[in-house]
């Protein structure tokens, strides 16, 4: 019997799923905290704010051994919570920001090869909503605040 496409999509995010919360236990246990300020200064890695067009809100660069957030998505994230959207603090988007860019960071330390392939960069950022969200302990997935960034 031949998988639907649906079915093999649903299998490769459950993946990533379990590979994200697999990985955040992993570093909380090895590293003894869950603050990412605190993993980031474990991890030897810079974390700087700066400004640029809100494509993105957060990214880690690897050779520089730095994750940058996008000040523009914590000014809206600003806007957002003053108009009473409770959750969308910029405090609380920074560290949701920084923990999954250390996502990234710990799985490729783990041996993950970085991919030419939609598909697999897909599953990878799926990953480290996952890695995110069990780090931080939230009750929903990272990209929430994508959505709400990109609903503007």
Not at 39 to 45: N, S, T
């Amino acid at each position: 019997m031949t998988k639907r496409a649906s079915d093999s999509e649903f299998d490769a995010t459950r993946k990533a799923e379990i590979r994200g919360a697999e990985l955040a236990r992993r570093v909380i246990a090895s590293r003894g905290t869950s603050d990412v300020f605190e993993l980031a200064r474990q991890a030897c890695v810079r974390i700087v704010y700066e400004r640029w067009p809100l494509v993105t809100v957060g990214e880690y660069d690897p050779r520089a051994a730095t994750i940058r957030v996008n000040l523009a998505a914590l000014e809206q994230s600003r806007q957002r919570n003053e108009a009473g959207v409770a959750w969308a603090s910029p405090k609380m988007l920074a560290r949701m920001i920084v923990a999954h860019e250390l996502g990234h960071l710990f799985d490729m330390r783990e041996g993950s090869a970085s991919s030419r392939n939609r598909k697999e960069d897909a599953a990878r950022e799926l990953m480290a909503h996952a890695f995110a969200r069990n780090l931080l302990e939230i009750p929903f997935i990272p990209n929430c605040y994508e959505r709400l960034w990109r609903s503007v």
